[in-house]
């Protein structure tokens, strides 16, 4: 872990979250209550929604003129805010809808007092209108973050996504975001051509994404670690993961169940 994630400055919004300098200057937070960075402190906040989420995603749909997309879970809200800095620098007609769960309230309403990067200071208001409302709107952007259990919400959403940002606490804090059964929800709201993007690359995580349906990409590059890009296509610019050698090599691994994250103290 870099140096920047022992800088912690304050409480914020409440004692359940402290301010945390990560490694590329930008601030993410620590959650007392699960025990984790809402983002890695050696990549750094803005970088790794940026190499780990937004790039990769809008390297696939070049040229599209509006997309939809699932931002699992809103927490600081750095992907949502990096994919519209990202919109104005290279696709700046695209309109864009997100829909983000975030169990957390408090914490949302506790943004406009968050330190974010001088690259956001343009979105300014919209933190403010998502952090007192959980909802902005113009002529390019529609943005709805919805309060809640996660899976619970999904089962009430219908219309399909063409970008899910798998972005959870790890499946050791939060196991009920990574299961099989949970991105068999996923698959249902994606199409063939979506595209899931997620920092996680353990063997639990990519087996639930691929007995869903899903083709794994490593995604690899200069300045952060490694991550994982899933998709029903099989041609996307990345490095296909063969899954049937890695499970071969692995056969006692399984992917986490439901049942295990209810039945096991640990993830509780």
Known sequence: ????????????????????RSDDGSC???????????HSTRDGA???????????????????????????????????FATLLHRSQTMPECFLEIVSPELDEALVRSLAAFTYPEAFAPLRPVVEALAS????????????????????????????????YQDAFSPAHNPALWTTEYFAQLARLTKEYSVVTTYSTALKTRLALHENGFCVYLNRGE?????TVASRRTDLAFTRVDMAHKIACNPKVHSLRDAECVNNPDYL
Not at 56 to 74: K, N, Q, Y
């Open 133 to 164: 409302t959980g909802h902005y709107e113009d002529e390019r952007t529609r943005i709805d973050v919805l309060f809640g259990d996660a899976r619970d919400l999904l089962l009430t959403v219908k219309k399909p996504f063409d970008i899910v």
């Open 46 to 80: 803005l970088t790794e929604s940026l190499k780990k989420h937004i790039e990769p995603a809008f390297s696939c749909f070049e040229g599209a003129t509006s997309l939809r997309i699932l931002d699992m879970c809103f927490g600081l809200g750095f992907n949502t």
């Open 1 to 20: 872990m870099g140096q920047g994630a022992l800088t912690v400055t304050e409480d914020f919004g409440d004692t359940l979250h402290r301010l945390v």
């Open 223 to 227: 300045g952060y670690r490694d991550a």
């Open 28 to 38: 993410t937070a620590y959650s007392c209550e699960y025990g984790e960075h809402y």
